[in-house]
């Protein structure tokens, strides 16, 4: 849905600079044509802004492992900044398992599960010692890793 929308927006960002480009310069007819088509466009951006859950409908359905996804993402890019040391880990742990204990239904509560024994097992290894921790830190790098974003533009992103 969110790239429907971004190209939804982009079209209409470039009717407005091709209607700006037509008050400077002659443009032929056809042009005309294609600035209205685009202008039509804009009902993307404004049925999601206006009506989400219809064009989520419409598009597919809801995914209940998007919320999720979204915020494993969100610290997947987090990561590195707290891989340094044994507290600073366990204070990433415990960040994400916060944050995963208050996503709402319908989120995907195996999911968030399978995430919870992840982050305990981290949380566990950094109690006992430093080797245990580094490959339980590889772990969950790799996992973290594994986590496939909400949109494709989301996989763009470090």
Known sequence: MFALVFAGTVVVAADGIVMAIAG????????W????????????????????????RTI?????????RYMLCWYRRQWPEFAASASSVQR????????????????????IEFWSRQLNHVAHSAKL????????????????????????????LP
């Open 33 to 56: 044509v294609v600035s209205s088509l685009m202008g039509l466009a804009f009902a993307l951006p404004a049925i999601a802004w206006s009506r989400p859950t219809w064009l989520v």
């Open 92 to 111: 990433f742990v415990y960040g994400l398992q916060r944050a995963l204990g208050d996503l709402a239904d319908p989120a995907d509560t195996a999911l």
């Open 24 to 31: 400077l310069v002659v443009l032929p007819r056809w042009a």
């Open 129 to 156: 010692g430093n080797t245990s921790l580094k490959a339980a830190q590889d772990e969950l790098a790799a996992a973290l890793a594994s986590v496939k974003p909400v949109d494709r533009f989301g996989a763009w």
């Open 60 to 68: 597919g359905g809801p995914d209940p492992s998007a919320p999720v």
